[in-house]
């Protein structure tokens, strides 16, 4: 067990140490436009002086994103209803999908500008970024409008004991087997791209801030989204096949 005592951060500090101390508040400089890298060698205090900012804003943003928010990793995911199972991964990992994604770009794209010569494998870690934050997002926005709503018809219809006609006109096996062997497949090879370059998200022991950042938040991302794709595609999506299977041998 873990019983690190989690200190809260003070405005003496300069804002790379709290960056190197905890990547994640890189997130929120990022969001009021302050530097971490280089540059960062100001006191946090300071800096919201000289930018007009309000420090105990700023500050409690800062220690609510260091909390230690690691999720308890026995959850019984096949015990909760498909709705509920929905509910977790569009408010769980979708939300972290919308605004990590774009801050993955901006982290790369602040690293690679004025480090493509040395290290020249950013440009096509940029891409890749960029790849995957498209795909995603076409992918969020397909399960959130037509295949998360169908499933909650055929979940529904199954424990209320409701019309199977009632439901739409359609089955699921087409749109799940493209996800199976479009969007699962090519996601993967995104995420290979992104270890491949990153050696495995290991940044050099003398690598700048901007570069560690960067890699953290591409391991985060890694991270979710195996989890993610774990939840959909060995869980959500076959119950929901073999439930709607169930629905239709019966006779209404």
């Given at each position: 067990?873990n019983n690190?005592?989690?200190?809260p951060i ?8 709290i960056?190197?101390n905890?990547y994640?508040t890189?997130?929120v400089f990022?969001?009021?436009g302050?530097?971490f890298?280089?540059?960062g ?12 900012l309000d ?7 800062l220690?609510?994103i260091?909390l230690n928010?690691?999720?308890?990793r ?6 909760w209803g498909?709705d509920?199972?929905?509910d977790?991964?569009i408010?769980i990992h979708h ?5 990590s994604?774009p801050l ?5 794209l602040q690293?690679?500008t004025g ?12 891409n890749?970024?960029?790849?995957i934050?498209?795909?995603l997002?076409a992918?969020i926005?397909?399960e959130?409008?037509i295949?998360?709503?169908?499933i909650?018809?055929v979940?529904r219809?199954e ?7 009632a439901?739409l006109?359609?089955?699921?096996k087409?749109?799940?087997?493209n996800l ?6 090519s996601i993967n090879l995104?995420?290979?791209e992104?270890?491949?370059y990153t050696?495995n998200?290991?940044?050099p022991?003398?690598?700048c ?11 985060e991302?890694?991270?979710s ?5 774990f939840l959909e595609?060995?869980?959500?999506f076959p119950r929901a096949?073999r ?6 041998s019966?006779n209404?």
């Open positions: 067990m690190k005592i989690i200190t003070s405005a003496e500090e300069t804002i790379s140490r960056v190197r905890d994640r890189a997130d990022y969001k009021y302050i530097t890298c280089c540059g060698n100001l006191p946090f205090e300071a800096v919201c002086k000289s930018r007009q420090e105990t804003i700023i500050l409690t943003e220690n609510s260091t928010t690691e999720v308890v026995l959850l019984f995911y096949e015990e498909l509920f199972l929905i977790y991964i408010n939300r972290y999908l919308k605004e994604l993955a770009q901006a982290y790369v690293f690679k480090h493509e010569q040395k290290f020249q494998y950013l440009n096509d870690l940029y890749a970024v960029i790849n934050k498209m795909q997002f992918h926005s397909e959130e409008e295949i998360f709503p169908y909650r018809q979940y219809a424990t209320n004991k409701g019309a199977y006609a439901l006109v359609r089955t699921l087409k749109p799940i087997e199976y062997k479009s969007q699962q497949h995104l995420l290979g992104f270890r491949k050696d998200y290991t940044a022991e003398k690598a801030l901007s570069h560690k950042v960067c890699f953290a938040k591409l391991a991302l890694d991270v989204l195996t989890q993610h794709i595609n060995e869980i959500l096949v439930m709607e299977k169930r629905l239709m019966l209404y």
